[in-house]
Nanobody, 125 residues
Framework: QVQLVESGGGLVQAGGSLRLSCAASGRTFSTYTVGWFRQAPGKEREFVAGISWKGGSSTYYADSVKGRFTVSRDNAKNTVYLQMNSLKPEDTAVYYC?????????????????WGQGTQVTVSS
């Protein structure tokens, strides 16, 4: 397992941008798939975006964020990023990164073994 720490959350107006970071410990982070999830009050945790470690770091997105969010990774820095543009009030949630040694990018939270503590993103209208 790896230890994950998210940062970069905050309060932003609708239409604004934030970049979340997911910093990992461990020398083999480059062989982990990373997913970003979010959970709003009273709702289930949902998949937002993910990036694999194979196939040229393939990326995947939920339909609700496609075209607005971009996930990327810098293995030299053991960090995965989630660039969030054109934010909407409905993007308000606690955002989590998760990692697992899998080739695919699961959209189901229980398939990830390592989780960060989460970072709050609040988008005001």
């Amino acid at each position: 397992q790896v230890q994950l720490v998210e940062s970069g959350g905050g309060l932003v107006q609708a239409g604004g941008s934030l970049r979340l970071s997911c910093a990992a410990s461990g020398r083999t982070f480059s062989t982990y798939t990373v997913g970003w999830f979010r959970q709003a009050p009273g709702k289930e945790r949902e998949f937002v975006a993910g990036i694999s470690w194979k196939g040229g770091s393939s990326t995947y997105y939920a339909d609700s964020v496609k075209g607005r969010f971009t996930v990327s990774r810098d293995n030299a820095k053991n960090t995965v990023y989630l660039q969030m543009n054109s934010l909407k009030p409905e993007d308000t949630a606690v955002y989590y990164c998760a990692a697992d040694k899998t080739v695919s990018v699961p959209r189901t939270p229980r398939l990830y073994n390592s989780w960060g503590q989460g970072t709050q993103v609040t988008v005001s209208s």
